[in-house]
């Protein structure tokens, strides 16, 4: 006789994997076995989960249909189970697990639009913080500008594709008009952020990313603007850390050498 | 602020905005934990704005009591301080297991009811309300299946673990309906087992009919359609014998509009109003 954990590890294992037989001593009302009753908790977990993703990932179900979306989240759910109990953090890997499924390799940009919506799910239910505004900003000493560190709004995602995968993204959400698009016309960066109520996606320029990123990571002004040059010599530093002002990216600012930079 | 002795409804992101306009008189709103334990957001936006209007209850769907692992305490703590930000009138959990090893199941699973399993519950149930500070309720499951090593039945299992921990409990009474079509129970009897003494809230939903392999009836708990007659008939019997008590609809898929759900708790709120005894309800389900 099996312990209570080894049980529970059979059931577990056989929801997962419909080729595993029905765990020993699950019964219908006569005592005797009953796979189809078994069958009800296993149709109940994967196609919860497949549910879960369908309602995160809007437009790669769109772009693929109901039924290939159901196959390859099916795929994907009794390969990759929750981690955790709660579901709003679940399909973190999906656009992984998308871009090594053979069966859309024909689809290269699919993961690209299917990161766009995790990131868009994170920014959603990210901390709240409010933005600071283009006045706080002047408020740095304008001969030290290029030593400051910005602190990035927690809602803050940054996604890049060597595709127009924003362009297909908002082609295939609710309200877009799906329309031929050049896989050829080059790659879209974007920025997904919740400022306020609502999450708004914004195309960044080339070398954004690379900035954001390095900003993300504590590094200065002047260090995450070399990083952007590097990606292409026509990286303005100007414009884009305007548009990401006005985009809501930043919520506060210090100096190397200092610790209390911070606005009041 | 307590839960009235009213009906409520599950709420849902879709009717979030109607709510707020419209501030409909109901009893309470009921929420699954697992939703609101994201750092932020508009769903804890709406839900702060909601609680300013009405009581609400917290439902967990993830703690997972019925596991042979030790609970998951960082998942304890987030509903510790999910209840110290909302402060709920109610907190329940369910009667059953979701986590094994790494993985999250995201089912209510089934657990024999054996001593084992008994003394395994009471001392989760234990820990709940030790590290919660507070009495939690415990709901009833919907079944599918049985185990062949059972040898409590169900009330009398959830009597015991009732007693030993002192905890509430929640009856779904659709539940009973479902697990007591799927295990050929009769459904009054059950009712007349189970500790009633300890209800402080009552759960109604609706479910799809099946049948298994034998042609057998299999109820499926999908809380995707209106009560049932029969439940209703069944949650008259309990109301009954407990008068008013908290009672929440429970609709989470193929949701219906705002006015229509409102319409079902209006309705378990006519059977509280007007509760016949326990006899005249089984006279009508037998004449």
Redesign the interface.
């Known amino acids: 006789m099996q312990?209570?954990?080894e049980?529970?590890?059979d059931?577990?294992m056989a929801?997962?994997d419909a080729a595993r037989a029905t765990p020993p001593?699950?019964?219908?009302?006569?005592?005797l076995p009953?796979?189809?009753?078994?069958a009800?908790?296993r149709n109940?977990?994967v196609a919860?989960?497949i549910e879960?993703l369908k309602e995160n990932y809007p437009a790669v179900h769109r772009i693929v249909g109901d039924e290939f979306f159901r196959a390859m989240a099916g795929q994907f759910a009794t390969t990759h189970?929750?981690?955790?109990?709660?579901?709003?953090a679940y399909g973190a890997d999906f656009p992984e697990f998308i871009d090594g499924f053979e069966p859309v390799a024909t689809l290269p940009y699919l993961a690209d639009v299917a990161r766009i919506e995790r990131a868009w799910i994170e920014a959603?239910?990210?901390?709240?913080a409010e933005p600071l505004s283009a006045a706080d900003l002047l408020a740095i000493d304008q001969d030290r500008l290029a030593q400051v560190r910005l602190a990035l709004h927690?809602?803050l995602r940054v996604t890049q594709s060597r595709f127009p995968a924003l362009t297909i993204w908002r082609m295939n959400i609710a309200g877009g008009e799906p329309a031929a698009v050049d896989l050829e016309a080059g790659g879209e960066d974007t920025l997904i952020i919740?400022p306020g109520?609502e999450v708004r996606v914004h195309q960044i320029p080339m070398g954004a990313a690379a900035l954001v990123t390095c900003l993300g990571g504590g590094k200065p002004v002047v260090a995450a603007a070399m990083a952007a040059l590097e990606v292409t010599i026509h990286f303005d530093l100007g414009a884009t850390l305007a548009g990401l002002i006005e985009a809501g990216a930043f919520i506060g600012w210090s100096f190397e050498q200092d610790t209390g930079g911070e606005p009041s | 602020m307590n839960i009235p002795q009213c009906a409520g409804v599950g709420l849902k992101p879709q009717h979030y905005r109607e709510i707020l306009e419209t501030v409909p008189d109901i009893g309470f709103f009921e929420v699954h934990a697992e939703n609101y334990m994201g750092a932020g957001g508009p769903p804890h936006r709406y839900l702060g704005a909601i609680r300013e209007l009405y009581p609400l209850s917290l439902h967990g769907v993830g703690l997972s009591i019925g596991a042979a692992r030790p609970l998951d305490r960082d998942h304890l703590r987030r509903l510790k301080d999910l209840i110290a930000r909302y402060e709920p009138g109610l907190f329940s959990e369910h009667l059953a297991w979701s986590s094994h090893g790494e993985a999250f199941l995201n089912d209510l699973l089934p657990v024999p009811y054996t001593n084992e399993t008994l003394r395994r519950i009471a001392s989760h149930i234990d820990e709940v309300q030790e590290t919660l500070g507070r009495q939690m309720l415990l709901e009833n499951p919907s079944t599918y299946i049985a185990f062949a090593e059972s040898t409590y039945g169900e009330p009398d299992f959830i009597a015991e673990v009732q007693g030993r921990t002192g905890c509430g409990l929640l009856l779904d009474v659709s539940n009973v309906h479902v697990a007591s079509t799927n295990q050929q129970w009769d459904p009054f009897a059950y009712i007349d087992a189970y500790p009633l003494g300890a209800v402080q809230e009552i759960h109604l939903a609706g479910f799809t009919p099946e049948t298994d392999e034998k042609h057998r009836p299999l109820l499926i708990d999908t809380h995707n359609r209106p009560v049932d007659p029969l439940v209703w008939q069944l949650y008259a019997y309990v109301i009954g014998k407990l008068g008013p008590t908290p009672t929440l609809i429970e609709w989470d898929a193929d949701l219906p509009s705002w006015g229509e759900l409102h319409a079902e708790a209006m309705r378990a709120e006519a059977h509280m109003r007007s509760h016949p005894t326990p006899q005249e309800v089984r006279l009508a389900g037998t004449g």
């Not at chain 1, 189970?81 to 709003?88: D, E, F, H, N």
């Open positions: 312990g209570p954990a049980r529970q590890q059931f577990a929801l997962l001593g699950v019964v219908g009302p006569d005592g009953s796979p189809r009753r078994f009800v908790y109940n977990v919860g989960l879960t189970p929750p981690q955790s109990p709660i579901m709003l959603y239910h990210a901390a709240d927690p809602s919740r109520a």
